[in-house]
């Protein structure tokens, strides 16, 4: 009973909140000198009771913002790892597909395994 409890009590540290992480970068070359060729590549997860809306947007240098997709999902948490049930066909080459999310104390944890083999583990904050 008491394990119930703490992850109730844990569930309750991401429900209606919405929290994000940089997770990579983009950078184009141009024949000129454009300042807003580079861009910030951010995850954000917002969570309610049954889902989890997940948003990949970029933003430039130039702080234009673009969401890339904006993706709705079902979650659980099991233990400390926050579980998404994707679709394995929306979600490839994403930044979500190697997402693997835990939640320790009231910390949101993201390792993402790149395509160059490195893992790399973010703190997504509120």
């Given amino acids: 009973m008491i394990i119930n409890v703490q992850a109730q009590q844990t ?3 991401l429900l209606n909140k919405t ?8 950078y184009e070359e141009t024949p000129d000198d454009n300042p807003c ?3 910030q590549v951010f995850l954000v997860l917002q969570f309610s ?8 947007k970029n933003i430039s240098s130039c702080n234009k913002e673009t969401i890339v997709y904006k ?5 659980k948490l099991k233990g400390q790892e926050v579980v998404i049930f994707t679709k394995p066909e929306e979600v490839a080459y994403t930044y ?3 997402l693997k999310l835990k939640l320790i104390a009231e910390k ?8 160059n083999g490195k893992v790399i583990e973010h703190d997504f904050k509120q």
């Fill in 11 to 13: 569930k309750e540290n």
């Fill in 19 to 26: 929290f994000s992480a940089k997770v990579g970068s983009i």
């Fill in 37 to 39: 060729a580079g861009q």
């Fill in 49 to 56: 009771e049954k889902k989890v809306e997940v948003i990949e």
């Fill in 71 to 75: 993706l709705e999902y079902s979650w």
């Fill in 96 to 98: 979500l597909e190697k």
């Fill in 108 to 115: 949101l944890l993201g390792t993402i395994t790149y395509d």
